[in-house]
């Protein structure tokens, strides 16, 4: 058996000319991005731009058609996303896959090692206390904000590398989701988890991630650090419209 390939880098996360689709057709084309330990990342782009077939390539959900996936210099390559899961890539679906029938305690427990299950609470309680009151509730009682809460909590069960997260702000009100996110800058930085975002609030993903990639028509048109995408928001407008050439003319007038 051929060991797998190994990239010299600091970055938890390198994705290099990436195709990825469905049915041998590509959705994502010639994507590149990195993600670095206690780095947060944002993905942004509008409806259909091909954020979740992004996402769902990293995680190993569906295999790439080119290009190169690594996770801290090693190629994924031939990985399944169960083994991914647990070499430490953890993923917060859009639909949070919650078992509804169980307790949020059980939850977290079906996500936890063998023996370690008071300790992974611990941990995910440490980040998330508002899921202390939660615990001998269903998760299909939870509200919305609280059944996001789990979806995060189980996902830190393992300590993860990299915490994928799929529209966390989805059918939340903004109130909750402004509790949420800022917990996202905890993990990263407390665990030194690198963190990628897909998330439909541009604003509240700039707040905590410190660079941004933006997505329109399966490619990447725009990306830098959120300070210097702030002040670009006629660039954003653009990525999110998928008016490449006007993206293209304003890049070339920014200083």
Do not use: W
């Not at 409806?47 to 979740?52: D, E, L, R």
């Not at 799929?166 to 993990?187: F, H, N, Q, T, Y």
């Not at 998330?199 to 509240?204: G, I, K, N, R, Y």
């Amino acid at each position: 058996m051929s060991k797998p390939d190994v990239i010299q880098t600091t970055n938890m996360l390198d994705v290099s000319g990436l195709d990825a689709g469905y049915n041998g057709l590509p959705v994502v084309r010639g994507l590149s991005m990195t993600v670095a330990p206690g780095e947060i990342v944002a993905l942004l782009g509008s409806n259909g731009a091909g954020k979740t077939t992004t996402l769902s390539a990293i995680a190993g959900l569906i295999k790439p058609m080119a290009g190169t996936i690594s996770l801290a210099g090693v190629s994924t390559a031939g990985r399944s996303a169960h083994r991914l899961a647990r070499e430490g890539v953890a993923l917060v679906p859009e639909d949070r896959a919650l078992f509804h029938d169980l307790t949020t305690r059980e939850n977290l427990r079906v996500a936890s090692v063998r023996g370690h299950a008071a300790d992974s609470e611990a941990r995910v309680l440490e980040f998330l206390p508002e899921l202390k009151k939660c615990l001998t509730r269903k998760a299909g009682m939870l509200s919305g904000g609280e059944q996001q809460m789990l979806a995060v909590g189980r996902a830190l069960v393992g300590s993860p590398k990299l915490l994928i997260v799929d529209e966390m702000s989805l059918g939340l009100a903004p109130v909750v989701v402004e509790r949420l996110l800022p917990v996202l800058k905890d993990i990263a930085s407390q665990l030194n988890t690198a963190v990628l975002v897909v998330e439909q609030h541009v604003a509240l993903a700039m707040d905590v991630a410190s660079r941004a990639y933006v997505l329109a028509h399966g490619r990447v048109v725009l990306e830098g650090t959120t300070e210097k995408l702030r002040s670009s928001q006629d660039l954003i407008e653009a990525s999110y419209f998928g008016d490449v050439e006007a993206v293209e003319a304003l890049t070339r007038r920014s200083p």
